[in-house]
């Protein structure tokens, strides 16, 4: 650290450091009174539970199930399977005891009656009317192709599975180099493929 | 096997010879590049456009957010949403970075947090937003502008972005930099304006996911959009794992997620076939071109030459000191001889002087002299002089063998009656020492009866060999295969014992049991009954046995393992050495039937995937740290097309999705057949994860496998698919639909936080 050479590179380093510091720099741009809210970050799983939350008290509101929001409340009794609405009774009434599914049966419903019945009197340029999209209802449904089968160490077509470790392989000589794997490793590898066990 | 295939194997084993050095490419990663003055014209620029057509136009994507002002054609910032922020003790100071500025520094490196949910286009951590933005505004020359930002915003953000992500985000932008509007809208819609788009599906595959939106008539059908969770962060994340997995018996380098983000830039594209590509992928044939080599950084270790005149000098050195130290020792050694003659001299006058004396004062001289009797005294001189012989004849340079040689028995032949105590003493020592040395000299009888029987075999085989060739040889054959299922066996059971439930561990459990049980069991019970403690365990040699198999899986690791290793090495030794008889003699034994062949690197597949076409050094330092990637390149990229099947993301790939779309969805919105295929002539590609080469072409041959025959499907790429997003926004920014969709503070302060007028190009309110 003694030789001048060092030194003047830190100098050199430590005045970039200063020149590129935005903590220093007086912004005039800024609310000098501004406060964030102390918990304002949170992630998306908080976000939607929040959300979800919110909405069933909301519902749970009997003012807030009139007719010109939920056009198609009665609907739900329309429905002849049982099972898609298990809260058909509460829901109509003010107290739900189960909000949340109660809500989500709704919706379901209410998504699949909209689509049969909206869709032949709609225009196509009428989307208006069309659900909402959402950040959890925009996410694509599983595949319905069938499943191609990988190695999962290789990534070469696979038409063994190991049946101790549930890894998939290629050929003998992957199978042996499975077999030798440490302990833990093999989870690893299925890990990678999304088909590890998850202990909860 | 076919003799076109050994030939193959034996080429390939001196192929790789023959092919070029191989092309290794550095490792990249982010770095600072430099510091970037604020740049006040812009704002000038600004203040002199029309009045309400400037505004600063951020695209806030998860990779990169880009901001610059709507009037020019390109963002003036593009900066990672990154920050770091620490307090130096030693200066007494916090320092914060936002952007590339966070990687000049070491410890700044070690503080960066990112402003989204790894992964998600969903900010979840508004600190770091709002440094971002802080930087962004001083680049962008508004520091200096007293009581706010006074330029319409124009911000991108996620397709159904959360209420509460838009609602945080305006009130820091409303409170915090007192924005006059905003408005919001969607990244990939704005690149297809820019594209010119009117009626067609947008793929925006990006950093943190991939959508497809139906556009009809400009306007976005977002009720029918579709997310893929996947995007080039998952797909880095994705080839960091891999390696990881390829190399887990441990790789010296440090992988970092932003350098698998550049190898997956560089090095991965979308495979047209990939199933037929990736099931050739690992052949031998042009594999060197198929991989792609990345070096990581190492130090080579430097083995100095030293020079022939320097290692005569440390000879020198090392023998001077050897002289030295053996000066020493002499030194020492002579010390104490005479020391010891000093003694004997003294005990010798002690033996002098108590001759003539009464009990009682030859009790006091040994006394004084500290001996116990006469008798020891005696033996006290005896040793000393023997011991002084010894180092004088050492001192000579020493032949005392000839004192061994032969040693004394004489009195073993004389009966004990005829001998006194000390006799009887002596017998039975010089009884010790002859049975040592009977044993010592079988021993070496043994040995060389042992090395006849060795040389006499050798020679009988040789005897064979030479009348009986055929039948020799057929011997041989059959005691190396016999070795080879020994290796098998021993293999098994090996591999049997680490699973609990195997019929060898369990025989293992027995064993152990019925060894730590003094209770009769099994047939040692009958025997207890018949009479006494007659345990004849140990009668027979083969019995301790049971504790070596016990022992073996007990820890196959560390107290057996010369044991265990030992019988390894011997059998692949015996193998080895049938088979080198079995090259020289047999016509039809060819090197590559040989066990060495057969684990030769150049039939492995695993080293092939591992290390390449090319051998492999372990202790080069440079080879160590190379990574190898070749089923990754396709393999990575294909996630987007398979999620299930390659990755475990239980989603469609986005052809399924497209195919739905187009063939499901807008058809059920009431969109007649030809309607669609408006649709279908305009398949718009954006976004930086669709850079990859053949991105189109397999989309394409995805959905015309899906779609009617003869349908009109027509694909085409953003001209830029990572800047246009901006650039449509910027373009967008000073039309009369966005400045309709502005939201004021004044609304915003009256309708709510979630406030937000519907437009074509962005979210709904929901």
């Known amino acids: 650290m003694s030789n001048p050479e060092a030194l003047a590179a830190q100098a050199a380093h430590q005045e970039l450091i200063e020149q590129l510091d935005i903590h220093s720099i007086h912004k005039s741009?800024?609310?000098?009174?501004?406060?964030?809210?102390?918990?304002?970050?949170?992630?998306?799983?908080?976000?939607?539970?929040?959300?979800?939350?919110?909405?069933?008290?909301?519902?749970?509101?009997?003012?807030?199930?009139?007719?010109?929001?939920?056009?198609?409340?009665?609907?739900?009794?329309?429905?002849?399977?049982?099972?898609?609405?298990?809260?058909?009774?509460?829901s109509s009434g003010s107290t739900s005891l189960q909000p949340n599914l109660a809500q989500a049966s709704r919706s379901l419903s209410k998504l699949v009656l909209e689509k049969t019945l909206s869709a032949p009197t709609r225009p196509p340029n009428g989307v208006s009317s069309a659900p909402t999209a959402t950040y959890t209802n925009i996410e694509s449904a599983p595949s319905l192709a069938p499943l191609k089968h990988y190695c999962d160490v290789t990534g070469l077509p696979a038409p063994y599975m190991d049946p101790k470790t549930r890894i998939r392989y290629h050929n003998r000589e992957v199978f042996a180099m499975i077999r030798t794997l440490p302990q833990g490793v093999g989870e690893q590898f299925l890990e990678a493929r999304g088909a590890h066990t998850v202990l909860k | 096997m076919a003799p076109s295939a050994i030939e193959e194997t034996v080429n390939r084993r001196e192929a790789w010879k023959h092919l070029p050095p191989p092309t290794v490419y550095p490792v990249k990663e982010a770095k600072f590049d430099k510091y970037l003055p604020p740049q006040l014209d812009g704002r000038e620029r600004a203040l002199a456009q029309p009045d309400g057509q400037a505004a600063i136009v951020i695209d806030n994507g998860s990779s990169t957010v880009r901001a610059g002002w709507s009037f020019e054609d390109k963002p003036r910032l593009a900066i990672p949403p990154i920050m770091s922020k620490y307090r130096d003790r030693k200066a007494g100071k916090t320092?914060?970075?936002?952007?590339?500025?966070?990687?000049?520094?070491?410890?700044?490196?070690?503080?960066?947090?990112n402003a989204f949910e790894a992964g998600s286009g969903i900010v979840s951590s508004w600190d770091v937003v709002e440094h971002v933005l802080d930087h962004v505004f001083i680049k962008l020359g508004m520091n200096g502008v007293e009581g706010g930002i006074d330029m319409p915003i124009v911000m991108t953000e996620a397709v159904a972005n959360l209420p509460y992500s838009r609602k945080t985000m305006s009130e820091m932008l409303f409170e915090c930099y007192n924005a006059p509007s905003i408005v919001y809208g969607i990244d990939s819609l704005f690149s297809y304006r820019h594209n010119r788009g009117k009626t067609g599906l947008v793929v925006s595959s990006s950093y943190s996911a991939t959508h497809l939106i139906p556009v009809y008539d400009s306007k976005a059908l977002l009720s029918q959009a579709i997310r893929l969770n996947w995007g080039g962060w998952h797909a880095a994340e994705y080839l960091q794992k891999l390696i990881r997995l390829k190399y887990y018996t441990g790789f010296p380098g440090k992988l970092n997620s932003s350098q698998a983000e550049n190898m997956v830039r560089d090095f991965c594209y979308v495979s047209v076939d990939y199933d037929q590509e990736v099931a050739r992928f690992m052949d031998w044939t042009g594999l060197e071109d198929r991989e792609r080599i990345i070096q990581y950084?190492?130090?080579?270790?430097?083995?100095?030459?030293?020079?022939?005149?320097?290692?005569?000098?440390?000879?020198?050195?090392?023998?001077?000191?050897?002289?030295?130290?053996?000066?020493?020792?002499?030194?020492?050694?002579?010390?104490?001889?005479?020391?010891?003659?000093?003694?004997?001299?003294?005990?010798?006058?002690?033996?002098?002087?108590?001759?003539?004396?009464?009990?009682k004062e030859t009790k006091r001289l040994l006394d004084e002299a500290e001996v116990k009797d006469e008798a020891g005294l005696e033996r006290m001189i005896r040793e000393l002089e023997k011991s002084i012989k010894k180092a004088r004849t050492?001192?000579?340079?020493?032949?005392?063998?000839?004192?061994?040689?032969?040693?004394?028995?004489?009195?073993?032949?004389?009966?004990?009656?005829?001998?006194?105590?000390?006799?009887?003493k002596q017998k039975r020592q010089q009884r010790l020492l002859k049975?040592?040395?009977?044993?010592?000299?079988?021993?070496?009888?043994?040995?060389?009866?042992?090395?006849?029987?060795?040389?006499?075999?050798?020679r009988l085989d040789e005897e064979r060999r030479v009348n009986d060739l055929e039948g020799w040889l057929e011997e041989k054959r059959q005691a190396r295969l016999a070795k080879l299922a020994q290796i098998k066996d021993r293999d098994r059971l090996k591999a049997d014992l680490g699973n609990r439930k195997s019929l060898a561990s369990q025989i293992r459990m027995k064993n152990i049991a019925n060894l730590a049980s003094d209770g009769p069991s099994g047939t040692g019970s009958r025997k207890r009954r018949r009479g006494g403690d007659d345990d004849d365990f140990g009668a027979d040699d083969a019995d301790w046995g049971v504790y070596r198999s016990v022992a073996m899986g007990a820890n196959k690791g560390d107290s057996d393992d010369e044991d265990g290793e030992g019988g390894e090495e011997d059998l692949e030794a015996a193998v080895r050495a049938l088979e080198t008889d079995l090259l020289e003699y047999d016509q039809t034994f060819e090197y590559d039937q040989t066990l060495d062949a057969q684990k030769d690197w150049s039939k492995s597949l695993l080293h092939a995937f591992r290390y390449g076409p090319r051998p492999f050094d372990p202790a080069s330092p440079a080879e160590t740290h190379r990574l190898h990637l070749?089923?990754?390149?396709?393999?990575?990229?294909?996630?987007?097309?398979?999620?299930?099947?390659?990755?475990?993301?239980?989603?469609?790939?986005?052809?399924?999705?497209?195919?739905?779309?187009?063939?499901?969805?807008?058809?059920?919105?009431?969109f007649a057949a030809g309607a669609t295929d408006d649709f279908l002539r305009d398949v718009f590609l954006t976004g930086g994860n669709v850079l990859f080469e053949g991105f189109d072409e397999r989309l394409r041959r995805g959905l015309t496998a899906l779609l009617p025959a003869g349908a009109p499907l027509s694909l085409r790429r953003a001209d830029d698919a990572v800047l246009d997003a901006w650039r449509g926004a910027a373009g967008w920014a000073g039309t009369e639909e966005a400045r309709k969709a502005r939201v004021s503070r004044e609304e915003w302060l009256e309708k709510g936080g979630e406030y937000l007028k519907e437009h074509d190009l962005g979210n709904a309110f929901a």
């Not at chain 1, 807030?64 to 329309?78: I, K, R, Y």
């Not at chain 2, 000839?402 to 004394?408: F, G, L, M, N, S």
């Open chain 1, 29 to 90: 741009f800024r609310n000098p009174h501004w406060r964030p809210n102390q918990r304002r970050n949170k992630n998306i799983k908080a976000i939607l539970g929040d959300a979800s939350r919110k909405e069933a008290s909301v519902i749970a509101t009997p003012q807030d199930n009139s007719g010109a929001v939920t056009p198609l409340q009665d609907n739900d009794g329309l429905s002849t399977s049982g099972a898609s609405t298990p809260a058909a009774p509460s």
């Open chain 2, 95 to 113: 320092f914060s970075f936002a952007g590339q500025d966070c990687y000049a520094d070491t410890t700044a490196r070690g503080h960066i947090r």
């Open chain 2, 297 to 359: 950084p190492y130090t080579e270790e430097v083995i100095v030459q030293k020079t022939e005149e320097e290692l005569a000098r440390i000879a020198e050195r090392k023998k001077e000191s050897g002289r030295r130290l053996q000066e020493q020792a002499a030194k020492m050694r002579l010390e104490r001889l005479m020391k010891k003659e000093q003694e004997l001299e003294y005990y010798k006058d002690v033996q002098r002087r108590i001759v003539d004396q009464n009990k």
């Open chain 2, 394 to 424: 050492k001192d000579l340079g020493g032949e005392q063998e000839e004192e061994q040689a032969a040693p004394d028995f004489s009195l073993l032949d004389v009966p004990d009656d005829q001998l006194d105590e000390a006799g009887i």
């Open chain 2, 435 to 458: 049975s040592n040395h009977d044993a010592r000299a079988r021993a070496k009888a043994e040995k060389e009866a042992e090395k006849a029987r060795v040389a006499e075999e050798a």
């Open chain 2, 630 to 670: 070749n089923v990754e390149r396709i393999r990575v990229p294909e996630v987007l097309f398979q999620p299930t099947a390659i990755a475990g993301v239980d989603q469609a790939g986005i052809v399924e999705i497209a195919g739905d779309i187009l063939t499901q969805r807008l058809p059920a919105l009431g």
